[in-house]
């Protein structure tokens, strides 16, 4: 198969998902239903963006009552390939999507089809937890701990925080209940956690073990160190989406109301400064209507939409909004600070097992292939990870690593043919290795004062040396595992998936690195940072300088954590109502 085959056949499968979803509607139940609005409608609480925190924040407020909750989202419900975790890869670049690019910045994506890369974010009920790979991790203590120090603020240390991430979880795995560690477990929240495990995993653990290499069982813990599997947010065969668990378990709460496939245009704010109202283009942009909040209006449109709602509504870099002629309400820097975690992918092959082996059936109800993830720390007495390796084990996958390299990530003919090749041949373990604390930083702006144009997002990914120099740094401490046991025993051979790119390097210099790099490097998606706390908004989450808004999401992480970044999500949409709920009087 070729590159373009590839890609129309994916596109083929999301348009059949597509009239699925709009003839036969089949997930509708499962989801609250479409509230009607007017001009002026009032609410106690508006909250923006149905995602990893505005579900969570919903849910937990329309807990009270005497509490009107209004949750705003620009896309609808998530249809079957959100649902069923086999299906993943069918969201990206459609209307699940908000199919933001990069800009184009002249060193990294080298070798892509159009030198950006995609910037994925959920437009669904559950926002990007719609539409993530589904590892639930919930970061090292050191990261809140951190964030504690840095807003003088005791509630954000790991302890505080640690009982909002057991609020939301179920955890349904057997043995880790039953350790150690089982206690700094939930056995009754909404998002059900299982592991992975399966006999590649299973061989490829106890082969790193043998040979020295730290494993553990719960890297959710208060110790993260080590390989290990893998935590989903999947169970009974389901995504455990925010929007399928927090809206769907409270759709029929009377005093809960939605409007799906609404856009979010504008925060008013009264001559106090005080955040009263929203304005919302309703579905197909047919009606625009202003909607009153009497308490709080709470903005969770995630760390690419959050700054650009609050910009186009005068919070931000008063320069950059002066440019654009919008009135300043508050002068603060909204839009900076923006970071995220990139991927770097380093293939092997394996030899394949002799024995003839039959193509497994397709099981839409389980996560496609096998995966491990370790968090390592290069100073051994450090108790947090200097890197992460998200390890796939992919037999019989090459179709599916095709579609993945040409159609989802984008990459050009070349590295997705040359991936292809091998993987026809052998068994591949795909790794990708990922900078936990980057020092770069990127920015988002306005493009133009339509709110229905994307923001312009400079990704700042390598901006600092030093970044690129603990990239090296970590690909060759990783690279030190293909001399144990198990990579030796399988005769594993590194892919040049950068076929003749780098070709004038030699393999392993700084310069070679460098090259591989810039044409590899992916992102894991996490973006955060750019409402942050302590600079944008308080400990509280309010925003600074004007009355009655709060903003939560991936954007207040003024660092970005040890991990992937949904559960942490969660854990602030838990936090953050709490807040709300003490000064409105209802914290139980
Ligand atoms: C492809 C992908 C894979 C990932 N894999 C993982 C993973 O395996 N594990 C993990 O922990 N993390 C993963 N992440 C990251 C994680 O899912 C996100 O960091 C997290 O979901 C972000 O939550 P949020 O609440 O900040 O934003 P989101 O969940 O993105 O929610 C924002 C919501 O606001 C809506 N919205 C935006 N603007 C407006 C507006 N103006 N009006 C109305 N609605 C609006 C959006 O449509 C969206 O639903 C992944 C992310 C992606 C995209």
């Known amino acids: 198969m070729d590159p373009e085959t590839a890609v129309s056949n994916a596109v083929t499968v999301q348009l059949a998902l597509k009239v699925i979803a709009l003839t036969l509607d089949l997930t509708a139940y499962l989801f609250p239903k479409q509230c009607d609005v007017n001009d002026d409608d009032t609410f106690d609480f508006i909250i923006i963006g149905a995602g990893s925190a505005g579900s969570v924040i919903a849910n937990r407020l329309s807990e009270i009552e005497h509490f009107k909750v209004l ?157 290990s599997d893998v935590f989903f947010t999947i169970a009974d065969g389901y995504r455990q989406s925010t929007g399928y668990r927090f809206l769907g378990l409270a759709r029929n709460r009377p005093n809960l109301y939605i409007l799906k496939n609404t856009v979010a245009t504008k925060i008013l704010f009264n001559d106090d400064k005080r955040a009263y109202a929203v304005e919302v283009v309703t579905e197909n942009k047919i009606k625009k209507v202003t909607l009153k909040a009497t308490k709080e209006i709470i903005v969770s449109a995630g760390a690419l939409k959050s700054p650009q709602l609050l910009m ?71 108790s947090y990870p200097d890197y992460e390796s998200t390890i796939n ?112 390097f030699k393999f392993g210099s700084k310069d070679y690195w460098t090259c591989y790099i810039q044409c590899t490097l992916n992102n894991m998606t996490h973006y955060s940072g750019t409402c942050a706390l302590g600079s944008v908004v308080d400990s509280r989450l309010l925003v600074r300088g004007v009355k009655g808004l709060r903003v939560t999401d991936t954007s207040i992480m003024p660092y970005i954590v040890s991990g992937n970044t949904n559960a942490p999500t969660m854990m602030l949409g838990e936090k953050v109502s709490d807040f709300i709920k003490e000064v409105h009087g209802a914290l139980k």
């Open 312 to 382: 186009l509504s005068g919070i931000g870099p008063k320069d950059h909004l002066r440019t654009l002629n919008i009135d300043v309400i508050a002068n603060l820097p909204v839009g900076k600070n923006l970071q995220d975690h990139l991927a770097i992918p380093i293939l092997h092959t394996l030899q394949k097992n002799k024995k003839k082996s039959f193509p497994k059936p397709f099981n839409p109800h389980v996560y496609p292939y096998s995966n491990i993830v370790g968090f390592v720390a290069l100073n051994k007495s450090q």
């Open 71 to 227: 949750i705003i989202e620009a896309g609808g419900d998530p249809p079957l390939e959100v649902m069923y975790p086999g299906l993943s890869s069918y969201t990206y670049h459609s209307r699940l999507d908000w199919n933001i690019t990069s800009q184009y910045d002249g060193t990294t994506a080298q070798c892509r089809k159009d030198k950006v890369i995609p910037q994925f974010s959920g437009r669904v009920l559950g926002g990007s937890s719609s539409i993530n790979c589904m590892y639930y991790v919930r970061g090292n203590p050191y990261d809140y701990n951190r964030w504690a120090q840095l807003v003088n603020d005791e509630t954000w240390k790991w302890e505080n925080v640690l009982p909002y991430f057991i609020k939301s979880e179920r955890m349904l795995d057997k043995d880790v209940l039953k350790s150690a560690t089982g206690k700094l477990h939930g056995r009754h929240g909404e998002i059900g956690i299982t592991r992975s495990i399966d006999n590649n995993t299973r061989r490829f653990l106890r082969s790193l073990k043998e040979d020295g290499i730290p494993v553990t069982m719960d890297y959710n813990a208060n110790k993260t160190l080590g390989y």
């Open 393 to 504: 084990i992919i037999d019989d996958g090459a179709k599916d690593l095709l579609q993945l390299y040409s159609f989802v990530y984008q990459y050009s003919d070349n590295v997705s043919d040359s991936i292809y090749n091998y993987a026809k041949e052998s068994t591949v373990i795909e790794t990708l290795i990922t900078d936990l604390h980057p020092k770069s930083r990127g920015e988002i702006l306005l493009r133009s004062v339509n709110p229905f144009d994307h923001p312009l997002v400079y990704t700042g990914y390598l901006s600092e040396e030093e970044d690129l120099d603990n990239t090296i740094r970590y690909i060759e401490d990783y690279l030190r595992l293909t001399h144990t046991s198990y990579f030796k025993k399988n005769n594993a051979q590194m892919i040049n998936i950068v076929g003749n790119m780098c070709k004038g």
